[in-house]
């Protein structure tokens, strides 16, 4: 079964500090990767995913990730933070092999903290 | 830009009765999904739903759940008889074509029960 581990429950950074968010992913093809953010009574918006190609992904707000087969991660980074970025993030994996649904199975989700 | 929408934000309901919980999906969508989120959890997968039928539905979605869409627009999740542990946010989404297509989530219901 597919399974998304994403190690550090809690971040904090500084504003204008570097972010890098852990996943790790076990999944028995080449997977479809997703990263999400949930504001506070927000909704899941998607900043960005991985089909094939490419393995390092652009997305929206700044973001990107590197998709390593080799470590079976997908870390989500970031430059610059702002203050904005503060949220839970979560990472998902689709699954393709089973057909029909394509459910996404996420990560416990990492709460970012950025300090001014 | 399009968006999913969900009614009610919040829902509060006695252990034993029965809630249905609307969604609206993105209009030329044509997958959807229910999913939710325990308190301080992840964000597990319900059900999802194609042509007009389920096509996949996780071990937590057992015959208390139903989905339906009535009709071209809405598509709700009914919980028959509502117990403690279903207290949580449930999600809605929809995708409009094949698994590379993104699954837009809606803001959520939070359901507790009480």
């Known amino acids: 079964a597919q399974s998304v581990t994403q190690p550090d429950i809690h971040i904090t950074v500084s504003e204008g500090a570097s972010l890098e968010l852990r996943c790790n992913y076990s999944?028995?093809?080449?997977?479809?990767l997703f990263w999400y953010v949930q504001s506070p009574g927000q909704g899941l918006q998607l900043l960005l995913k991985y089909f094939s190609g490419d393995t390092l992904v652009q997305g929206i707000k700044g973001f990107e990730a590197e998709f390593k087969r080799s470590q079976s991660s997908f870390n989500l980074r970031k430059p610059s933070v702002h203050w904005s970025d503060a949220a839970e993030y979560f990472c998902a994996v689709g699954d393709v092999l089973t057909g029909g649904g394509n459910k996404l199975t996420f990560g416990t989700g990492t709460q970012l903290k950025v300090e001014l | 830009e399009p968006e999913v929408t969900q009614t009610p934000s919040h829902q509060v309901t006695q252990m034993g009765q029965e809630v249905i919980l609307r969604c609206v999906p993105i209009s030329n969508h044509l997958y959807f999904y229910w999913y939710r989120q325990i308190l301080g959890q992840k964000v597990e997968f319900l059900v999802s739903f194609y042509n007009n039928e389920i096509s996949e539905k996780s071990e937590i979605f057992d015959d208390q759940f139903s989905v339906e869409r009535p009709d071209g627009s809405n598509f709700t999740l009914k919980i028959r008889s509502t117990k403690l542990e279903d207290s949580a946010m449930y999600f809605c989404?929809?995708?409009?074509?094949?698994?590379?297509?993104?699954?837009?989530f809606g803001p959520g219901t939070r359901l507790l029960v009480l």
């Open positions: 999944y028995g093809a080449t997977p479809y």
């Open positions: 989404a929809s995708r409009a074509g094949g698994p590379r297509e993104t699954q837009y």
